[in-house]
């Protein structure tokens, strides 16, 4: 026999204890790292927890602003109306009404008589 190919072949599957962390591993974190992660993330949520707090908070005052003024506008235009009704209503109390023809019949009896 052979000497030289009787050596078992070396096995390259997989990574070995002396091999760090490949490229699609994650490398293992220790507790306070994950600690410092927990509280970064929690941070991070908490801003945006804020800033949608705000824009909640914005959007509602514009809604209310635009309210506001539609309501402002409303009562002009209301009074606006309400003072030109009673404007035409004084005129037509005073617009001539042409009397009817025994109405004048009854006003020349009266005058001529």
């Known amino acids: 026999m052979n000497s030289e190919n009787t050596e078992t072949p070396k096995m390259t599957e997989g990574p070995t204890m002396t091999e760090g962390p490949t490229m699609t ?4 974190l220790s507790y306070e790292d994950e600690q410092v992660q927990m509280l970064i993330q929690s941070h991070l949520d908490q801003e945006k ?3 949608d707090a705000e824009k909640k908070r ?3 005052l514009a809604h209310r602003m635009f309210i506001q003024k539609q309501n402002e506008e409303y009562q002009a235009s209301l ?3 309400l003072e030109q009704q009673t404007d035409n209503t004084d005129n037509k109390d005073k617009e001539f009404h042409s009397p009817s023809v025994e109405e004048m019949r ?3 009896l009266l005058r001529f008589s």
């Open 25 to 28: 591993e994650e490398p293992e």
């Open 79 to 81: 009074t606006r109306d």
């Open 58 to 60: 914005s959007e509602e």
């Open 106 to 108: 009854r006003v020349r």
């Open 49 to 51: 927890t804020l800033r």
